[in-house]
């Protein structure tokens, strides 16, 4: 149970950071890392 909470925040976090990555910093928007 807490094990999948715990995966689905990772996967969420991990998202976030490659959105960052290949979206924010091309386009000059590093906001989106926040």
Do not use: D, H, N, R
């Not at 715990?6 to 998202?15: D, K, M, N, R």
């Amino acid at each position: 149970m807490w094990f999948l909470l715990y995966e689905t925040v990772f996967s969420f976090s991990l998202f976030i950071t490659f959105k960052c990555l290949f979206v924010g910093l091309p386009t000059q928007k590093q906001e989106l890392c926040l």
